[in-house]
């Protein structure tokens, strides 16, 4: 893949949804976070009859700003930049990325809820809007629970079945098999379209599920913004990590077994971050995450999908 060609300096789709790929809410949550900073609009809105089950994604209802009640439909919304960006190459041919911040105009976000049926004809109709509006690459963002300390950095995996990004990016090819969510179905109808995706992935710690993980969706922004030419403001999610953090070591703390248990945690994850560790047992812990299902979130399967 040639800097001239490179489709992450492109127009880049990033994508991610509630429910099965969405452990701590950290992917739709760094979705909602680019949405709210950046200079975007609704495009394309996919109609919720078409898509959903409304007895497991019920519709909402509250006042909306007129003082009204108004119903809520679960759906997906596709964003544009209100002003789309040029292209800027970079200026060092060995340089993949460089974080300036240049092309936040050409950010295009699709989030939503996972659709309950028809997932071919809704990947289908999003990639059709995704053509129009000439997307050169996609991310797809996903959030696991596993076996992790919050204490240490939230790990991150990223990998794609493109051969041209896996060698670009120097990342992983998933080995994952075994059910999938919406993710990878719109990952292999891109590839099939001609458009390269990459799949990026925080570990949200088990133990911690029932509510958002601000610091997994830092990792994820984090990661993007190593990957994407635009610097993404973080809002208040810093302090709201951090206050995360102390939490759950105030709970900790008053839990012996508890303490124990992420003693043992900091022990495997300071292991795997030895200089000694390869990128292969890297890998080989991602696909345990991937194959744990003992923890269920809120009804909903852990075990997320391969991206």
């Given at each position: 893949m040639s800097e001239t060609h490179?489709?992450?300096?492109?127009?880049?789709?990033?994508?991610?949804?509630?429910?099965?790929?969405?452990?701590g809410e950290a992917a739709s949550s760094a979705v909602r976070t680019l949405q709210e900073q950046l200079d975007v609009f609704p495009l394309h809105t996919v109609d919720p009859e078409t898509y959903y089950d409304?007895?497991?994604?019920?519709?909402?209802?509250?006042?909306?700003?007129d003082g009204n009640r108004a119903l809520t439909w679960p759906t997906s919304?596709?964003?544009?930049?209100?002003?789309?960006?040029?292209?800027?190459?970079?200026?060092?041919?060995?340089a993949l990325l460089d974080v300036t911040g240049a092309n936040a105009g050409n950010i295009y976000l699709l989030q939503g809820v996972e659709p309950s049926r028809n997932w071919l004809t809704f990947t289908n109709e999003i990639l059709d809007v995704a053509l129009a509006a000439d997307i050169s690459a996609i991310v797809l963002l996903g959030s696991m629970l596993a076996d992790v300390p919050h204490t240490?950095?939230?790990?991150?995996?990223?990998?794609?079945?493109?051969?041209?990004?896996?060698?670009?990016l120097e990342v992983e090819r998933s080995t994952y098999e075994g059910p999938v969510g919406i993710l990878s179905v719109i990952a292999a109808a891109a590839e099939e379209a001609d458009?390269?995706?990459?799949?990026?992935?925080?570990?949200?710690p088990h133990y911690v599920h029932q509510g958002p993980s601000p610091k997994a969706t830092l990792a994820l922004i984090d990661?993007?913004?190593?990957?994407?030419?635009?610097?993404?403001?973080?809002?208040?999610?810093?302090?709201?990590?951090?206050?995360?953090?102390?939490?759950?070591?105030?709970?900790?703390?008053?839990?012996?077994?508890?303490?124990?248990y992420i003693a043992q945690l900091e022990q495997a994850r300071d292991m795997v971050d030895s200089p000694e560790a390869s990128g292969e047992s890297l890998a080989q812990e991602f696909e345990r995450f991937l194959r744990s299902t003992d923890?269920?979130?809120d009804g909903t399967p852990e075990n997320p999908p391969g991206p």
């Open positions: 490179n489709p992450f300096r492109g127009r880049l789709l990033v994508v991610a949804f509630e429910g099965w790929n969405d452990a409304f007895q497991f994604n019920r519709p909402t209802i509250g006042f909306d700003d919304i596709l964003y544009a930049p209100m002003v789309p960006a040029d292209v800027v190459p970079s200026i060092a041919e060995d240490r950095p939230i790990s991150t995996f990223v990998s794609s079945e493109n051969a041209g990004v896996r060698h670009s458009i390269p995706t990459l799949a990026i992935w925080a570990s949200v990661k993007l913004e190593e990957i994407v030419d635009v610097v993404i403001p973080r809002g208040e999610l810093v302090e709201e990590a951090a206050t995360w953090e102390e939490n759950i070591n105030k709970l900790a703390s008053e839990d012996e077994d508890m303490s124990a923890k269920p979130l």
